[in-house]
């Protein structure tokens, strides 16, 4: 009876913490996306880089408990919202110059009929 010792031994049934089972070695964990949502949120969209910093803080997580599935879902998403941001941001700045081109040369324009 000495020699058995109950808090060292892991329960019937249950995998050690940190040990994935035998046969499903999920690979490596899948792109999380967060420096390029937080890149996203400073420069060019705020409530788009918010949803892909919120997808992207799941990915590790998910992936930790062992949610690969919900790992690669979360990835995708906050891959599909930082892509969103940057291109929404990349147009508005380009409408942004654009409108101040066509406001500068109107101007221009303007000051020779007086």
Known sequence: ???????????????????????????PAPKNWLVESILVT???????GIAGIVNAANVNSKYA???YAGAQAASAAAGKWTKIG????????????????????????????R
């Open 86 to 113: 940057f291109f929404v941001g990349i147009g508005v700045y380009v409408l942004y110059i654009l409108f101040f081109v066509v406001l500068g040369m109107g101007g221009a324009m303007m000051s020779n009929y």
């Open 1 to 27: 009876m000495e020699d058995q010792k109950p808090n060292e031994q892991t329960p019937f049934g249950q995998q050690p913490f940190g040990q994935t089972p035998f046969g499903n070695n999920p690979g």
């Open 42 to 48: 400073l420069f060019c969209c705020l409530p788009f």
């Open 65 to 67: 408990m062992g949610d």
